[in-house]
């Protein structure tokens, strides 16, 4: 079953904006060092929660519904064929800041702005350059939506598909409308995967983690890409839901995705970076790693 689902705009578009899934992330795993995204006092907070919440949740109910093995193997055959554009990196970082949400400019980061600060504050703590370039490269896949991925192909927790959906992955119980939960080939606890086969074994669900891993992955050291592929694996990361499908190696590099994970979450502040100044280190370490041109 290959088809594509018909999707109204209000089913490619279920979020006012890509923020509110990472607002939905920060309540969900509040900073504890205690401190709130600067931008958003505790009322702007409360006041997001009834409709943006609601949108979450459909969000969620799209994502778990239609992220299918089968989805997910036509979503790495269209765009791991790289066949969409080429462009220097720093080129791709401004036409993914082309994306433009509906929602209040006054208080949204733009996505550049989000990457700029994820990294400043990955190099305020003195880590490696590749680690910094990690940080300013880890949304660029985002670059889907403009073109024409739904929100939920694009963003969103990931998960392993072809087999058991964990209930430990945010709103399981919307899982049920996928088809996959019902294929006995996908339903078991290791579904197509055996015990401790390697995350390279295991196919994710599709969204701008995979994307943005296959574009880098020749050029980055390996604790960079583990960072990059699996930074919106919650329910590995954070709740430890797929042990059983982890090798050793594996469990060693995700120390690295555990010390990424803060610097993403927790680095939003009002102090928007001035890009002009920063962009001449940011391009000197792109030159460093990778190469002129990369293709989408
Ligand atoms: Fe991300
Ligand atoms: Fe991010």
């Known amino acids: 079953m290959n088809q594509q689902p018909t999707l109204t705009?209000?089913?490619?578009?279920?979020?006012?904006?890509?923020?509110?899934?990472?607002?939905?992330?920060?309540?969900?795993?509040?900073?504890?060092?205690?401190?709130?995204?600067?931008h958003k006092t505790k009322e702007e907070f409360r006041n997001y929660e009834a409709p943006a919440r609601d949108s979450v949740r459909e969000f969620?109910?799209?994502?778990?519904?239609?992220q299918t093995y089968d989805f997910v193997k036509q979503k790495q055959a269209d765009y791991l064929a790289f066949n969409k554009k080429e462009m220097s990196v720093w080129g791709a970082m401004e036409f993914l800041n082309t994306l433009v949400d509906d929602s209040d400019p006054d208080i949204e980061l733009d996505q550049l702005q989000h990457l700029l600060q994820t990294a400043e504050a990955?190099?305020?703590?003195?880590?490696?350059?590749?680690?910094?370039?990690?940080?300013?490269?880890?949304?660029?896949?985002?670059?889907?939506?403009?073109?024409?991925?739904?929100?939920?192909?694009?963003?969103?927790?990931?998960?392993?598909?072809?087999?058991?959906?964990?209930d430990k992955i945010v709103y399981p119980e919307f899982f049920a409308d996928?088809?996959?939960?019902?294929?006995?080939?996908?339903?078991?606890?290791y579904g197509i995967y055996s015990h401790q086969c390697g995350l390279d074994n295991v196919t994710m669900s599709w969204g701008h983690d995979e994307y943005l891993y296959h574009i880098t992955k020749d050029y980055l050291p390996e604790p960079a890409l583990y960072m990059i592929r699996y930074h919106s694996f919650y329910s590995q990361h954070r709740e430890k839901a797929y042990d059983h499908l982890l090798n050793g190696h594996d469990r060693a590099m995700f120390k690295w995705v555990d010390k990424f994970n803060p610097y993403d979450l927790y680095s939003k502040s009002p102090?928007?970076?001035?890009?002009?100044?920063l962009?001449?280190?940011?391009?000197?370490?792109?030159a460093k790693y990778l190469p002129a041109t990369v293709r989408l």
Request: hydrophobic letters at 30%.
């Open 279 to 286: 962009r001449p280190y940011y391009e000197d370490l792109i």
């Open 271 to 277: 102090k928007t970076p001035v890009v002009s100044e």
């Open 122 to 166: 990955i190099r305020a703590d003195g880590h490696p350059d590749w680690f910094v370039l990690t940080g300013f490269l880890h949304d660029m896949g985002k670059v889907l939506c403009l073109f024409g991925e739904p929100q939920w192909a694009v963003v969103g927790d990931t998960f392993p598909v072809g087999c058991q959906h964990s």
């Open 9 to 38: 705009a209000q089913e490619i578009n279920p979020l006012g904006s890509l923020e509110e899934w990472e607002d939905d992330l920060i309540a969900r795993y509040p900073d504890p060092a205690g401190t709130q995204p600067e």
């Open 178 to 189: 996928n088809p996959d939960s019902q294929n006995e080939q996908f339903n078991t606890k």
């Open 60 to 66: 969620y109910k799209l994502n778990h519904r239609y």
